[in-house]
């Protein structure tokens, strides 16, 4: 794992408390703030590297970008700093619209983390580069406190996650990025969360990347208001160390995905985690966002839950996936869609309950399909993934995170996504 940021998930209110009381006395003075969920795997050089974008296809995003782009959509970037001078994020960044107040080292990525989520979110393929999902919206990065940075001097000039989220809600960005996650609450960040989601914006973290070990309760996902992504892989198979619970509430493309191999920017290495998964869950609000402008956060937020790929009801949801993975296309192909009530909050139930135990029912999830296919790749239990240990030098197998559960498919865009499910309980 990338030293900085950390992952999400939990099994428990209890667990939430234990896990909280174990915040380090670094990440308590940083602002409450982890590890950027990202692992290297082999390096891939750039001239190939869009290739590797498999969830492109899979999503169909040529047929996406005929009906939009993200033009006219800013996101703001919370993590590592983000590099402009990427190729593919030429003339994409908007570092002069940082506060000043917040704004020391935006433009400086230690780790190649943020600068890689930017580029998932609003890359232009330029120079061979990574094509962002979004490819007409802007970036506005902002750098908050790691263990990457510099010595305490530059800590103490870094903004903290706090501070970042207000400085955002303040601005005109409509989404708010964040693969980042710190295993406790922070009545600072939590505040910051609620400020921004009163300004109208809409804000995605990771779930977390520790489900085979800690698996501590993350945040900022775990807040109310924001949405919380597990990670997906080429086909369909959830990652085993994407954290789950019940504040996981939509999951995305986040395995064998490119990105930066370090802070040199010469090559790319495949990864996986649900950082990336967040970042392109931000670019698909985006693109939805650019379609209907008139559209608030809570009518897109509904929009990408109604049509969110799921075969189990849609007021059950998934402990792992939540309501389902992302389908921005059966939004954006439907000009009539009707995303429903401006101010009716999509996830007011999850909001007010705020987090509790998994749920304990595993019972196996009925053969589905979403579209007129039919399934593809069905099988029970916990299987192996195309990886494997040697693909990584951070995260483990890709393994179904089946749990004795049995496993259906949802053919979702013409690539196969195969799911598990596990009701979350009360």
């Given at each position: 794992?990338?030293?900085?940021?950390?992952?999400?998930?939990?099994?428990?209110?209890?667990?939430?408390?234990?896990?909280?009381?174990?915040?380090?006395?670094?990440?308590?003075?940083?602002?409450?703030?982890?590890?950027?969920?990202?692992?290297?795997?082999?390096?891939?050089?750039?001239?190939?590297?869009q290739s590797?974008?498999?969830?492109?296809?899979a999503?169909?995003?040529?047929?996406?970008?005929?009906?939009?782009?993200?033009k006219?959509?800013?996101?703001?970037?919370?993590?590592?700093?983000?590099?402009?001078?990427?190729?593919?994020?030429?003339?994409q960044?908007l570092?002069?619209?940082?506060?000043s107040?917040?704004?020391?080292?935006?433009t400086?990525?230690?780790?190649?983390?943020?600068?890689?989520?930017?580029?998932?979110?609003a890359?232009?393929?330029?120079?061979?580069?990574?094509?962002?999902?979004?490819?007409?919206?802007?970036?506005?990065?902002?750098?908050?406190?790691?263990?990457?940075?510099?010595?305490?001097?530059?800590?103490?000039?870094?903004?903290?996650?706090?501070?970042?989220i207000?400085?955002?809600?303040?601005?005109?960005?409509?989404?708010?990025?964040?693969?980042?996650?710190?295993?406790?609450?922070?009545?600072?960040?939590?505040?910051?969360?609620?400020?921004?989601?009163?300004?109208?914006?809409?804000?995605?973290a990771?779930?977390?990347?520790?489900?085979?070990?800690?698996?501590?309760?993350?945040?900022?996902?775990?807040?109310?208001?924001?949405?919380?992504?597990?990670?997906?892989?080429?086909?369909?198979?959830?990652?085993?160390?994407?954290?789950?619970?019940?504040?996981?509430?939509?999951?995305?493309?986040?395995?064998?995905?490119?990105?930066?191999?370090?802070?040199?920017?010469?090559s790319?290495?495949?990864?996986?985690?649900?950082?990336q998964?967040?970042?392109?869950?931000?670019?698909?609000?985006?693109?939805i966002?650019?379609?209907?402008?008139?559209?608030?956060?809570?009518?897109?937020?509904?929009s990408?839950?109604?049509?969110?790929?799921?075969?189990?009801a849609k007021?059950?949801?998934?402990?792992?996936?939540?309501?389902?993975l992302?389908?921005?296309?059966?939004?954006?192909?439907d000009?009539?869609?009707?995303?429903?009530a401006?101010?009716?909050?999509?996830?007011?139930?999850?909001?007010?309950?705020?987090?509790?135990?998994?749920?304990?029912?595993?019972?196996?999830?009925?053969?589905?399909?979403?579209?007129?296919?039919p399934?593809?790749?069905?099988?029970?239990?916990?299987?192996?993934?195309?990886?494997?240990?040697?693909?990584?030098?951070?995260?483990?197998?890709?393994?179904?995170?089946?749990?004795?559960?049995?496993?259906?498919?949802?053919?979702?865009?013409?690539?196969?996504?195969?799911?598990?499910?596990?009701?979350?309980?009360?």
């Amino acid at each position: 794992m990338v030293a900085g940021i950390s992952r999400r998930g939990g099994r428990s209110a209890s667990s939430a408390g234990r896990n909280g009381k174990r915040v380090s006395a670094l990440c308590s003075a940083l602002g409450a703030l982890a590890v950027f969920s990202a692992g290297l795997a082999p390096s891939a050089s750039a001239a190939d590297v869009q290739s590797q974008q498999w969830y492109l296809s899979a999503m169909r995003a040529e047929e996406m970008w005929k009906a939009s782009t993200g033009k006219g959509v800013k996101v703001a970037v919370i993590d590592s700093g983000v590099n402009p001078d990427t190729p593919s994020l030429k003339g994409q960044v908007l570092a002069n619209e940082v506060p000043s107040s917040v704004a020391y080292g935006a433009t400086q990525d230690y780790v190649g983390h943020g600068t890689t989520m930017a580029e998932l979110i609003a890359g232009t393929g330029a120079g061979d580069g990574l094509k962002g999902l979004a490819p007409d919206v802007k970036i506005v990065p902002y750098r908050i406190k790691t263990d990457d940075l510099k010595g305490m001097a530059e800590r103490k000039k870094t903004a903290n996650s706090a501070q970042a989220i207000r400085a955002a809600a303040d601005s005109d960005v409509k989404i708010i990025s964040m693969s980042y996650s710190s295993p406790g609450e922070n009545q600072e960040e939590a505040a910051a969360v609620k400020y921004a989601q009163s300004k109208g914006k809409l804000m995605f973290a990771a779930v977390g990347n520790d489900a085979e070990r800690k698996d501590p309760i993350g945040y900022p996902a775990a807040y109310p208001f924001v949405v919380g992504i597990a990670a997906s892989d080429e086909k369909g198979k959830v990652g085993d160390f994407s954290q789950y619970g019940n504040y996981v509430d939509l999951a995305s493309p986040g395995l064998d995905v490119p990105g930066w191999c370090d802070t040199r920017f010469s090559s790319y290495c495949s990864r996986k985690g649900t950082s990336q998964g967040t970042a392109i869950a931000s670019a698909s609000a985006a693109l939805i966002w650019s379609a209907h402008p008139d559209w608030t956060a809570n009518q897109v937020l509904a929009s990408l839950i109604d049509t969110a790929g799921r075969d189990w009801a849609k007021d059950d949801p998934s402990t792992y996936l939540g309501y389902g993975l992302i389908r921005p296309r059966k939004v954006l192909e439907d000009s009539n869609f009707n995303p429903g009530a401006a101010g009716t909050d999509p996830l007011a139930r999850e909001n007010a309950r705020g987090v509790t135990g998994v749920g304990t029912d595993n019972s196996p999830s009925p053969s589905a399909s979403t579209s007129s296919q039919p399934p593809k790749n069905a099988s029970g239990g916990q299987t192996s993934a195309a990886g494997s240990s040697s693909d990584s030098s951070d995260d483990n197998t890709t393994m179904w995170v089946a749990l004795g559960a049995a496993a259906a498919v949802l053919v979702i865009g013409g690539g196969a996504f195969a799911v598990v499910r596990s009701r979350r309980g009360a």
